[in-house]
């Protein structure tokens, strides 16, 4: 998506993008986290001594990939629809594979970013500035945006 076609929106969209984009940065760090674990568990030696304790992690492990994989399916095909993307659920089809995933998630961020700074909207570390968008809807009469 080009810069140019951000001032087409409607500013419920921008605080909707604002919104999602605070979500996908989340979803990004929840993915690291999970991709190392998950590799981590890989690298346990299996011939140790615990192997009662090593399987109740590594379960503890999949069970936390799978509910991240799930909110990630979710997010994506969120902010994809948020974002006027055409394919959004092969976006979330495309969370499935791991490190596709997270190129996915940081495809939709940048797109966000971009929307968001046409707008004027200045983005920080974790997102859109809070006050930024605060101040974008209450000028454009939309309401409380990031609850």
């Not at 997010?75 to 974002?83: C, F, I, P, Q, W």
Request: hydrophobic letters at 60%; charged letters at 15%; glycine letters at 6%.
């Amino acid at each position: 998506m080009s810069v140019d076609q951000a001032s087409t929106w409607a500013p419920a969209e921008i605080v909707a993008v604002a919104k999602w984009e605070r979500y996908v940065i989340f979803l990004i760090l929840l993915e690291l986290l999970s991709e190392v674990a998950f590799l981590a568990m890989a690298m346990v030696p299996r011939n140790s001594g615990s192997d009662a304790a090593i399987s109740v992690i590594a379960l503890l492990v999949l069970v936390g990939r799978v509910v991240v994989l799930a909110l990630c399916i979710y997010g994506v095909y969120k902010m994809a629809s948020v974002l006027r993307k055409r394919a959004a659920a092969v976006y979330a089809v495309c969370m499935f594979l791991p490190l596709v995933g997270l190129i996915v998630l940081l495809t939709l961020n940048s797109a966000a970013m971009d929307v968001l700074k046409a707008q004027g909207i200045k983005i920080g570390l974790m997102g859109a500035n809070r006050d930024d968008v605060e101040r974008y809807a209450n000028q454009a009469g939309v309401g409380a945006p990031l609850t």
